[in-house]
């Protein structure tokens, strides 16, 4: 419990507990990356043996929801999965028990075995660092016929100018085999970097998101609000809310994605992070969702498109990347007022929802994670072949 309370109290101040942050950049530095492990038949292999490097996550991580969702989907497929734990930040250590119990309780089964640090490590088929932070230590570890990098956003743009933001922005030039969630992000990395990149759509799990069920509303506007998250451009979706309160004073607004309660100039309702069985029944019984995406799109678009919620977005590249246009979704610009109009228009226009709300639901019908794991496990077996023809004899 000590140690436990210890983790907690210096995961916000970022005590260093005596050592220097990030020592896996430097090390990498010093030694450059540790020579693979020649393996001629690893990309062949029915079963391989998958580790990926996971950064440290709270409840309601979305990234971290996505990670495990294609691991059960890699499970499936009988790949043999672990999880490594890698905090760079030299924070109070945590049990590989505690992990384990958190990851199960905010995000589900997890059909892979589970670990906080490395003391266990003793190879893999391939490893896949799943972040910046973990893109060093992915470098590092031995006995690896080939390294991945599941990418699932343009990390650089979480930082202010900062050495984080270099370093996030040094991972893509590291020679790694880039597998992105969505076009856009393959794209960008191809053109900015030079680098080997493939995608796949981000998945959907129709068993939980789907229009069944009736009783949707006609004044309820829901919307994602995880304020520890600054590219869901909060500060935005408030202002644009203000004003469809002062106009629609009626109007049922809910936020959910944050822990606690936001001060706002309107009242609302506080949904908090729901479990997901409840937040598809507040897609399905809500008028309209609204989900902002200022770097990469978000996997809570699509989920409320599958539970056939029209769904206003910011008029972005990667959503028009990985969503289309205006057939199966609301786009609008950067601006509070165009925001609030374009959520009135939806609002107003009943037919104009119907519509919306079946081209949404038929754009993801077959998004899958069972097709996304597919896909990725596509992507390593080419990582594992374009290794292994670069390994010296």
Known sequence: MI???????????????GRERFEAIGALARSGPTPLVTDPEAAG????????????????????????A?????????????LWLEDPHRRAPERRGSVERRLREHFGSVPAEVHSGFSAWTGAHVVVASGWETAARA????????????????????????AEARWAEQTYKQGLFHVTAGPWLAELLRERFGA??????LGVDHGLY????????????????????????????????AELHRRRGHLRLVL????????????????????????????????????????????????????????????????????GGEDALTLAPFDPVGLAGAIEELLDDPGLRAERG????????????????????????????????????
């Open 45 to 68: 292999r029915e079963r391989l043996r998958i580790a990926v490097l996971v950064p440290p996550f709270v409840r309601g991580s979305g990234g971290l929801a996505t990670i495990l």
């Open 210 to 241: 789907h229009a069944g069920g009736g009783g949707r509303r006609d004044d309820t506007v829901v919307v994602y609000a995880r304020r520890a998250t600054p590219r869901r451009a909060v500060p935005l979706a408030l202002l644009a809310l």
């Open 70 to 82: 294609l691991v059960r989907a890699l499970a499936a497929r009988g790949h043999a999965c672990s």
């Open 3 to 17: 140690r436990e309370l210890a983790r907690r109290v210096a995961h916000p101040l970022g005590l260093m507990r």
């Open 196 to 201: 080997r990149a493939e995608w796949f759509p």
């Open 139 to 162: 470098l590092l570890l031995p006995g690896c016929s080939a390294r991945a990098y599941l990418v699932q956003d343009y990390e650089p743009d979480f930082f202010p100018a900062s």
């Open 256 to 323: 959910f994605g944050e822990e606690h309660p936001m001060r706002t100039s309107f009242p609302y309702e506080h949904a908090g992070v729901l479990p997901e069985p409840e937040l598809a029944g507040l897609y399905r019984e809500a008028t309209v969702g609204v989900s902002l995406s200022l770097t990469n799109y978000s996997r809570v678009s699509q989920e409320m498109l599958a539970c056939g919620l029209p769904c206003v977005e910011l008029d972005t590249p990667s959503v028009r990347a990985a969503l």
């Open 358 to 393: 079946e081209a949404g639901r038929r754009l993801v019908a077959d998004r899958t994670w069972d097709k996304a794991g597919e896909q990725l496990e596509r992507c390593l077996r080419e990582a594992l072949a374009a290794a292994q023809t670069n390994v010296p004899e």
